[in-house]
């Protein structure tokens, strides 16, 4: 077969890896790709939002199958496009289509859909700039601390928790009044607080069948103790130590299960990955957010305890044969640490010379902001690099993943050193 996967970050670096393990693979390309996944496959300059070119692409290189590894193409419709252009109808993407992406495009999208299938989440309501007041209201009824949500895709930068509702008030107005988030926050959703311990979810379903992928646990904050500003992610960790066997009986059954069915109600065609972000509140699950895509850093840690083909679960997807797709897991822990430019997630330089990947033996270097210079590689952006390594539990995975990590050095270098132990 021969791929396009689209992105650029870790989450598509530890596809190529797992897809490069195929035998049914003959030929990978990636767009735009970074340092790391030219090591599987041939990078090609691409937007994964130039929706034409990937066209021109697809038909030029005889592409088989397209992967999308964000989330932007996909809300913004690739598979739509792809389903209602007669020279690319019978070539498969694995994602979902933009009505099923909305479950993470909208926030309110996803609320309703959860309120209609009795799916456990917190209490909320919908606001815009013309019902501003009644969203003051809402907030005065509502016990600190105060959770507020861009409807639409902020970058992971549209969620704000504030324990005072004066500021709550003054951030509502300035996220709907003065577009602080831009149409991304035309719709705010209020929502009630919950507290817990979060972890994350995954399954791949063709609309049918769906099987779940092993958990994972990632850590959002920039400081250690969970402390500072919010990330795309420092580091995760599998399997996840409190999630036992009960309480992800209670995700399949309460959460995992109906939303599958929900979608058949709905008159949803959804294939591909969901992510649930979940919270465990006195040992309950409850539903954060979905996203339409794999997590990022999660997947670095995930699709390396698959031991299954993952073309192979594609293909299932994409002829709606994944019941008969056998997947198995590596039983080892796997943990992930993320190495970042100095003053991420604030401003950062970018274009300082890495040194001593090649040095690392016991982990794998999965690449998120990385780009070549020759045989050089040189940072890209503000998570740079992720080492994941396996152990017989998280302390032995983790403590391979740290001894990597003082092997690789570039300018102002920053990353976590706790991952993990908070659950150990």
């Given at each position: 077969?021969?791929?396009?996967?689209?992105?650029?970050?870790?989450?598509?670096?530890?596809?190529?890896?797992?897809?490069?393990?195929s035998?049914?693979?003959?030929?990978?390309?990636?767009?735009?790709?970074?340092?790391?996944?030219?090591?599987?496959?041939?990078?090609?300059?691409?937007?994964?939002?130039?929706?034409?070119?990937?066209?021109?692409?697809?038909l030029?290189?005889?592409?088989?199958?397209?992967?999308?590894?964000?989330?932007?193409?996909?809300?913004?419709g690739?598979?739509?496009?792809?389903?209602?252009?007669?020279?690319?109808?019978?070539?498969?993407?694995i994602?979902?289509?933009?009505?099923?992406?909305?479950?993470?495009?909208?926030?309110?999208?996803?609320?309703?859909?959860?309120?209609?299938?009795?799916?456990?989440?917190?209490?909320?309501?919908?606001?815009?700039?013309?019902?501003?007041?009644?969203?003051?209201?809402?907030?005065?009824?509502?016990?600190?601390?105060?959770?507020?949500?861009?409807?639409?895709?902020?970058?992971?930068?549209?969620?704000?928790?504030?324990?005072?509702?004066?500021?709550?008030?003054?951030?509502?107005?300035?996220?709907?009044?003065?577009?602080k988030?831009?149409?991304?926050?035309?719709?705010?959703v209020?929502?009630?607080?919950?507290?817990?311990?979060?972890?994350s979810?995954?399954?791949?379903?063709?609309g049918?069948?769906?099987?779940?992928?092993?958990?994972?646990?990632?850590?959002?904050?920039?400081?250690e103790?969970?402390?500072?500003?919010?990330?795309?992610?420092?580091?995760?960790v599998?399997?996840?130590?409190f999630?036992?066997?009960?309480?992800?009986?209670?995700?399949?059954?309460?959460?995992?299960?109906?939303?599958?069915?929900g979608?058949?109600q709905?008159g949803?065609?959804?294939?591909?990955?969901?992510f649930f972000?979940?919270?465990n509140?006195?040992?309950?699950p409850?539903?954060?957010?979905?996203?339409?895509?794999?997590?990022?850093p999660e997947?670095?840690?995930?699709?390396?305890?698959?031991?299954?083909?993952?073309?192979?679960l594609?293909?299932g997807?994409?002829?709606?044969?994944l019941?008969?797709?056998?997947?198995?897991?590596d039983?080892r822990?796997?943990?992930?640490?993320?190495?970042?430019?100095?003053?991420?997630?604030?401003s950062?330089e970018?274009?300082?010379?890495?040194?001593?990947?090649?040095?690392?033996?016991?982990?794998?270097?999965?690449?998120?902001?990385?780009?070549a210079?020759?045989?050089?590689?040189?940072s890209?952006?503000?998570?740079?690099l992720?080492?994941?390594?396996?152990?017989?539990?998280?302390?032995?995975?983790?403590?391979?993943?740290?001894?990597?990590?003082?092997?690789?050095?570039?300018?102002?270098?920053?990353y976590?050193k706790?991952?993990?132990?908070?659950v150990?």
């Amino acid at each position: 077969m021969r791929i396009l996967l689209l992105g650029s970050g870790g989450r598509e670096h530890a596809f190529a890896w797992k897809i490069a393990q195929s035998s049914a693979l003959d030929e990978l390309f990636i767009a735009p790709g970074n340092a790391g996944t030219r090591l599987h496959g041939k990078n090609v300059d691409i937007n994964p939002n130039d929706f034409q070119a990937i066209k021109e692409f697809t038909l030029e290189n005889n592409i088989n199958m397209v992967v999308v590894g964000p989330e932007d193409p996909l809300v913004n419709g690739i598979v739509d496009f792809f389903e209602t252009d007669e020279k690319l109808k019978n070539i498969p993407v694995i994602g979902p289509n933009a009505k099923a992406a909305q479950l993470e495009g909208s926030k309110d999208f996803a609320k309703q859909f959860m309120a209609r299938h009795s799916i456990p989440t917190a209490k909320y309501g919908t606001f815009t700039k013309e019902t501003l007041e009644e969203g003051y209201a809402f907030l005065g009824k509502m016990k600190a601390p105060y959770v507020l949500k861009a409807d639409g895709l902020a970058a992971g930068k549209g969620v704000l928790i504030l324990d005072n509702l004066t500021e709550a008030k003054k951030e509502l107005k300035s996220m709907l009044a003065d577009a602080k988030f831009g149409d991304a926050s035309s719709s705010v959703v209020i929502e009630q607080f919950l507290s817990g311990i979060e972890l994350s979810c995954f399954v791949i379903t063709d609309g049918d069948a769906y099987k779940i992928l092993p958990e994972a646990k990632d850590y959002k904050r920039i400081g250690e103790g969970d402390k500072g500003l919010n990330t795309g992610g420092m580091g995760a960790v599998s399997p996840v130590p409190f999630a036992n066997p009960t309480f992800l009986d209670k995700i399949k059954n309460q959460i995992i299960i109906p939303t599958i069915k929900g979608f058949k109600q709905d008159g949803i065609t959804y294939k591909g990955f969901v992510f649930f972000g979940i919270i465990n509140v006195k040992n309950e699950p409850y539903v954060i957010e979905y996203n339409c895509r794999m997590g990022d850093p999660e997947t670095e840690v995930v699709i390396p305890r698959l031991k299954s083909d993952l073309l192979d679960l594609f293909e299932g997807v994409a002829t709606k044969t994944l019941s008969e797709c056998d997947v198995q897991f590596d039983e080892r822990s796997a943990a992930t640490v993320m190495m970042v430019s100095g003053g991420y997630p604030e401003s950062y330089e970018k274009g300082k010379q890495i040194f001593g990947i090649n040095s690392v033996t016991d982990s794998i270097i999965f690449h998120a902001g990385t780009s070549a210079d020759g045989p050089a590689v040189i940072s890209n952006g503000g998570r740079v690099l992720a080492a994941t390594s396996y152990g017989k539990n998280l302390e032995a995975a983790l403590k391979k993943s740290y001894d990597s990590i003082g092997k690789i050095e570039f300018e102002k270098a920053a990353y976590r050193k706790d991952i993990g132990f908070d659950v150990l």
